[in-house]
């Protein structure tokens, strides 16, 4: 079982940055994919960002490509974001997830934190 916890969310002016952290509990975290994604008001939840299970991989949603980073620890079980030029259309809340073998189809991932709120203002 995996326990997901995001932290770093907040309030920022367009064109600055946020680190997001999820913070994993589980001593099989190290086997499973990693991802970010958001969900606006009245917006379906989107894809924003993934890493495979031992970092070698990383992809991306097209809207961010550029401008955030994913990566992931494993020895500190954790999986951060680094969003910098943020835009006011990044406003969302931001979910961690994991699975085994998922990607960026978030019916893949069966472990989810709680959310962190990310507001960019213009």
């Known amino acids: 079982q995996v326990q997901l916890e995001e932290s770093g969310g907040g309030l920022v002016q367009a064109g600055g940055s946020l680190r997001l952290s999820c913070a994993a509990s589980?001593?099989?975290?190290?086997?499973?994919?990693g991802a970010w994604f958001r969900q606006a008001p009245g917006k379906e939840r989107e894809f924003v960002a993934a890493?495979?299970?031992?970092?070698?991989?990383?992809y991306y949603a097209d809207s961010v490509k550029g401008r955030f980073t994913i990566s992931r620890d494993n020895a500190k079980n954790t999986i951060d974001l680094q969003m910098n030029s943020l835009k006011p259309e990044d406003t969302a809340v931001y979910y961690c997830?994991?699975?085994?073998?998922?990607?960026?189809?978030?019916?893949?991932?069966?472990?989810w934190g709680q959310g962190t709120q990310v507001t960019v203002s213009s």
């Open positions: 589980g001593r099989t975290f190290s086997n499973y994919n």
């Open positions: 890493v495979r299970w031992n970092g070698g991989n990383t």
């Open positions: 997830a994991a699975g085994r073998w998922a990607l960026w189809n978030r019916y893949d991932y069966d472990h």
